[in-house]
């Protein structure tokens, strides 16, 4: 049941984008987490991204707003993206583990690189979070992914 709910969110978020007129990227992430990624652009420089994973036993969520500075690198094909946000995570563990339910706050930056001829782009990032609940502790996450782009 919370895959599916976990589905449905992803796609309440794209429904979203077409108030924007900017675009929205659909993929995979692989790493903390591995799973389906979106972004969703409200601008050229703002987007919403987000994340749905199932590891073992749990079902993980994560909802970034994040600011894009499309200037600060040069990439001599396609663009070189510098991004940097904030958002929350969700881990929810399945009623067969003795687990509770983690909620987190993160602090994503990363790099993009959108492709000049195809409509893809590819991604890395570096996240430092800090879980709120059911203890406080902080971790450093990283995931790489490719989403393929509609404007």
Known sequence: ??????????FLCAGGCSSTGEGLGIGFIAGAPTGMSIEIHSSRITAVNAAVAWPRDSTYIHLDHVWHDPGLFRAEHGELIFYYGIGGRLKLWDNSTARDNEVSLRLPLGLCYVFEQAPFDIFAEIV??????????FHVDAAIGLRILFR
Not at 1 to 10: D, E, P, Q, T, W
Not at 128 to 137: G, K, L, Q, T
Request: aromatic residues 4%.
């Open 1 to 10: 049941m919370r895959k599916s709910a976990a589905v449905v969110f992803l």
């Open 128 to 137: 430092p979070r800090v879980d709120i609940a059911p203890d406080s502790d």
